[in-house]
Each structure stands twice: as C-alpha cells, then as structure tokens.
C-alpha cells in the first residue's frame, strides 16, 4: 500500500537479529506499512551472521512484533503483509563472497538500496566497502548509521572517513533518536511558528534554560559498552547536545536539511567549554549505588552483573554552560542526565525573566515570572506558567500561578503519537536529511565533550555517589541553586 508519496526502497538490515532491529526496527517499519506510509514495492532484506531460513526469520520477526506492537494495532492480514516484504542473507560481515548475494537480491533495481547498520561502529567502513568493492551501490544507494559514532574526536573522524570514503555526505543519514520524537520536532514549530516566542527567545526576555533527561533504568546487561562510555558519551554529546541547539539555534532561512544543520553547528560552535576552574564549579559527575526503584531494591552501578568493581565512569552528569552569542549571552544552560532517577523524564524549561516594573504584592514578586515547560517524554505537552489574580473575596490582588497547557494526547486523542524510529524510517524513505545529524555537528560535540573529558582525567576526578531512585548527588542542586535558582519540580 503506498500514499503515494513515500517513494520505494530496498532496506538491507546489518544487525537483523540484534537488540535495536527486534526491540525498534521492524516495530516501527510495520507501522509505517500498516498505516499506509511504505511503498507497496518496498522490501527488506535481513542481514546476520546466524543460520536462518526466510521462515525461521519471518517467524522471529513475527514474535517481535507481537510482543510489542499492541493487539489493537495489528492484524493477520497486517501481519503477513509486512511479513512478506522480509527477506534473510546468512552473512559474515567481513567476508566479500555473501555481499554478492545481496547485489543480487536488489538486483539493481530503481528502487534505492538504504543500507541500515545496525552494529558496531568499528564494522561501519568495513561493511561500506565490501558493499562498494562487491558492486551492491550505486549513486542512489544510502547509508543510515547508528550512534555512537566513535569515542572522541578522533575516533568519530576515523569512523566518519571510512563511510564518507563510500558514500557521499548528501547520502548518509545518521541518526540521533531524539530528532524523531514528536516534541522534539515541535520544537521547531513553536520557536519559529509563533511570533509570541520567537520575538522573546533571546537574552533579553530569557533568564536560564533547564535540560532534564532522566532515565529510570539502570544498565541493563549493557555494562560492558557503556562502561567504555558513561553518561556524558551515550547521552549528553548527541541527545541533549541536539536538545540544546534545538532550543538555541537561530532560525534557518528554510526548512531545507542544511539551513536547519548550519543553524545547529553555530550553536556547537559557540558552546562554552568547561576547563579550568570551572571543572569545579560547573559541573558534577555522578555514579549510583544501591537504592530503590519503582519501589523495588536495586544494586549500585558496581554491583551490577558484569561490573569491574573500580570503575569511575558516570551514570549522571549535570552542567552549566553559555552559548556564548549575540542571542544568548549571559543567559546560563543547566543540563543534566541520568541513570536510576525517580523517573523517566525529557523535559525542557525555559524560565522568563521577571517583570522589570512590578506593582504587586512585593512578598511574590520571587514567582512573578512565566515559564515554558516543554514535556518530550512521557505525556507529551507543552505548559505555560502564567500569573493570574487568585480568586476569591479575601485574596485582593494576589497572585497565583497556573499552567496554560496542550497535552497532546488529550489534544489529539485519536492521533497515536509515532516512535522516534518510525519518523525516521520514514524520512531516510524519502531522501530527506533535516532529522539527521551532519558529520561537523558529531564532530563539534566531540570537541566540547572531549575538553571536559580531559579536564576531569588531568584532576584525576571521581564521579560523587548518589542512591539509586535519586535525583542524583546533591551537589547537582547546589551547583544550581548558588546561582540563586533550583531544578523545576512538578513532576
Ligand atoms: C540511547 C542510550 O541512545 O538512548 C541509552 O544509549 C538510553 O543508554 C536511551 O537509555 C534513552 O532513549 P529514550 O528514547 O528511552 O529516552
């Protein structure tokens, strides 16, 4: 079934039995042929290292979908229509000989081979070239990567170079999941679509910025990768690193991919580091040690299975930084995220700066000030905290303060709101770049994230503890509230 605009492709899967395939992959592309989005001639081709028939691996799929798609959204007929676009190549990635097969398989056709890897990084260039090497590419062909693209700098180039050595960057779409979630995309709308914001989102009306992305799991069996990273790698030099230029950027001439990514890299650019004195400051690292969550017992990060008992890498990081521009300067970002919080939370505040002449009771005059509080997850929504007379007889010209708020799912009830993945999917379908992340904004965030990482290996400094099912260590508040300000709390 096609809606007529979503043009046809063939998707080669690197990583068909893995975690994210199984968990995200076939959920959201099963979506997107249920709902109509996918070309009546796309196909899939599966690609592991496992002894698989087609049917074992339909099956597999098949127990994947039914595990997380919910029984309402699925039918037989739904079912075995996205079954039967799957095809399975067994496949050493590092040998030439099965790449042939998949030459065959596209058959090179008019439909785009999207290349899907979903392994790795370290496996990106050599799967880029033997796909290149066997004849499967041509000047059509794309590439979707995951992240981490790297360990640093350094790594990230090495990386970006084997893939750019095959594809050309206009065809390379790296993903960042948070560009596909929904809020995340209004974002975009609210900034640059309502003049009410747009005149106001700058120094002048703008006193701070919070970033919270909380999660409430732990490692889960992942201890051995990110050990290797810690918070600030998996989350803060893509995720809320995204978040922040979204917030920050200026508005593009156009919706086009690179207006939207020259806007980004400005941001990146101008992101003050933290070095020096203000390794002391300016930042805190974290690490979880036993606690409870969701009202159950839970081990500390060196307790869990796996865990090298000495190990020093974060499970949280909190930070203050400036943009340090025209539009912002002056104007703090309190960013932090991590593991085992209280609860899973992306939210963004961004706090109004209080009235310059104000007339009213002078005991609340500390609230007089509005905030926008954009929820990307969960209970997607935007509020704004506006002050309003308090009613009743006794309460003269007091004020209260109340939210403004659009739920989206209250909004929109019959809208199922979309997977970040099945956005994305979506737009690498149609040859479109603006949710993918350019090669110079990894390589910018690398280079904040590496400043600091050297910082705190030249001070030799050991993440602070915090229980698990905490808001982390304590002096993540007093880093906030010596600026006279403290976390928005209303969860
Ligand atoms: C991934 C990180 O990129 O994002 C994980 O590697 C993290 O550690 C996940 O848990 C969070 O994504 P979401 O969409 O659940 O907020």
Request: aromatic share 10%; hydrophobic share 35%.
């Amino acid at each position: 079934m096609s809606d007529g605009t979503t043009p046809a492709v063939d998707v080669a899967l690197f990583g068909a039995l893995g975690d994210l395939a199984l968990r995200k992959l076939y959920v959201a592309l099963y979506h997107l042929d249920r709902e109509g989005l996918m070309h009546e001639e796309t196909r899939i081709l599966g690609l592991a290292r496992q002894e698989y028939d087609i049917d074992a691996f339909r099956a597999r799929v098949r127990d994947a979908l039914e595990s997380r798609v919910p029984g309402d959204e699925r039918t037989e007929e739904t079912l075995t229509r996205f079954l039967d676009r799957l095809a399975y190549i067994q496949l050493e990635f590092d040998a030439t000989e099965g790449y042939r097969q998949i030459s065959q398989w596209h058959g090179h056709n008019s439909h785009p081979l999207t290349v899907y890897l979903s392994v790795p990084a370290r496996l990106y260039g050599e799967i880029c070239s033997n796909l290149s090497q066997t004849g499967c590419l041509d000047s059509e062909s794309r590439v979707v990567v995951e992240k981490p693209i790297g360990y640093d700098l350094e790594s990230s180039r090495e990386i970006n170079d084997a893939i750019g050595a095959v594809f050309d960057e206009s065809r390379i779409y790296r993903i960042d999941h948070y560009l596909g979630k929904e809020t995340v995309q209004n974002l975009l709308a609210l900034r640059f679509a309502n003049p009410l914001f747009g005149n106001q989102w700058n120094q002048n009306q703008i006193s701070h910025v919070e970033i919270t992305v909380a999660e409430t799991v732990g490692i889960e069996g992942r201890w051995g990768y990110f050990d290797q990273a810690g918070q600030l790698r998996d989350m803060v030099q893509n995720h809320l690193m995204q978040l922040l230029c979204m917030i920050a950027m200026d508005p593009p001439s156009n919706l086009d991919a690179d207006s939207i990514r020259d806007e980004k890299v400005k941001v990146l650019k101008a992101l003050r580091p933290i070095e020096g004195e203000r390794l002391n400051t300016d930042v805190v690292r974290g690490q979880y040690v036993a606690g409870t969550s969701g009202g159950k017992q839970v081990p500390g990060y060196l307790e869990e299975e796996g865990a090298n008992t000495d190990s020093r890498t974060e499970t949280f990081v909190a930070f203050k930084t400036e943009v340090s521009n025209w539009r912002w300067a002056g104007v703090p970002f309190y960013l932090r995220t991590g593991k085992r919080m209280p609860e899973k939370l992306s939210q963004i505040v961004i706090h109004f700066r209080q009235q310059s002449h104000y007339i009213f009771d002078p005991d609340q005059r500390g609230m007089a000030s509005n905030k926008l509080i954009i929820r990307l997850q969960p209970d997607e929504g935007i509020a704004l905290q506006v002050l309003t007379k308090d009613s009743g007889l006794d309460k003269g010209m007091r004020l209260r303060t109340g939210p403004l708020h659009l739920d989206f799912h209250q909004a929109f009830p019959s809208t199922r709101i979309p997977d970040a993945y099945e956005r994305l999917l979506l737009e690498v379908m149609k040859g479109q770049q603006y949710l993918f992340v350019r090669r110079d904004e990894i390589e910018y965030a690398w280079r904040w994230v590496d400043t600091l990482i050297a910082g705190w290996e030249a001070r030799d400094m050991p993440p602070k503890r915090y229980p698990a099912g905490s808001w982390g260590p304590v002096s993540s508040i007093a880093m906030i509230t010596q600026d006279g300000r403290s976390w928005y709390e209303d969860y």
